[in-house]
């Protein structure tokens, strides 16, 4: 038996357990390919877009976070991971799928594999504030 053949059942089992983190992550998450296109989000990231996940995956992600000022500052932050090859990080104010806002923290990390820019990946969660007293 070769090596791929032991290690299949558990990068299958991988593939599962990471599929399943992404649909069940609360945070929304969106993977964009090298080409900027959207390859994946995650149910989180389609209701905070309003849009159903079949939408948006395979599109530019500049034609699908046009939408408004929020979406175009999550386009500007995943453009600045793409131009560093590196992380980048921001907050914005987003309006959610239901209409209310909502302040986002959003954390990007470019994938470079063989000195090759392949993915970013965002991730973004609700900002918790202190309140004053």
């Not at 070769?2 to 929304?28: H, Y």
């Not at 699908?64 to 992380?87: I, K, M, P, V, W």
């Amino acid at each position: 038996m070769d090596a791929l053949a032991t290690a299949r059942p558990v990068l299958q089992l991988d593939t599962g357990l990471l599929e399943t983190l992404i649909a069940t992550s609360p945070d929304a998450l969106v993977i964009v390919d090298a080409a900027r296109t959207i390859v994946r989000i995650n149910p989180a990231f389609a209701r905070l877009c309003g849009h159903d996940a079949p939408e948006l995956e395979g599109i530019p992600y500049r034609d699908a976070l046009s939408h408004n000022e929020a979406a175009c500052q999550l386009a500007d932050t995943l453009d600045t991971a793409f131009s560093h090859r590196g992380s980048a990080q921001a907050m914005i104010a987003c309006r959610h799928g239901h209409g209310f806002e909502i302040d986002m923290e959003v954390h990007t990390h470019a994938v470079v594999e063989d000195g090759a820019l392949r993915y970013v990946i965002a991730q973004l969660r609700p900002a918790w504030r202190e309140l004053d007293d």
